[in-house]
């Protein structure tokens, strides 16, 4: 925070707690969702369907709502695009290896 501005610190600082809630759902459910991916569960496109919503809720709110493009310019879209962008394109992967029949249900009886 030391480069910044004192308008962007206080931007920063007036981030309301529940965008930090939306922030560790999307995380916890975009990890569980790769893992799930990783061993081959057709969950994971639920759960990258979560990170995926509350990754737009937060990039929206931070962004366009709560004015984080007019404090921080427009350099500072950068990484929400990148993060939705990756967002979208984990899902649309589960989606078509769930398609594809690559995925099996979580709790798939072995025989």
């Known amino acids: 925070m030391e480069s910044m501005t004192e308008k962007q610190k206080e931007w920063t600082r007036s981030t309301p707690s529940w965008i930090y809630f939306v922030f560790a759902i999307s995380v916890s459910t975009g990890l569980a969702g790769s893992i799930c991916l990783l061993m081959r569960k057709a969950s994971s496109v639920l759960l990258f369907t979560i990170s995926f919503v509350a990754v737009l809720i937060q990039m929206l709110y931070t962004m366009l709502i709560a004015g984080?493009?007019?404090?921080?310019?427009?350099?500072?879209?950068?990484?929400?695009?990148?993060?939705?962008?990756?967002?979208?394109?984990?899902?649309?992967?589960?989606q078509f290896s769930k398609g594809k029949g690559w995925l099996v249900p979580f709790l798939k009886a072995s025989a």
């Open 68 to 94: 984080g493009l007019q404090v921080m310019g427009p350099s500072g879209a950068v990484m929400p695009a990148v993060v939705i962008i990756l967002s979208i394109a984990w899902l649309l992967f589960s």
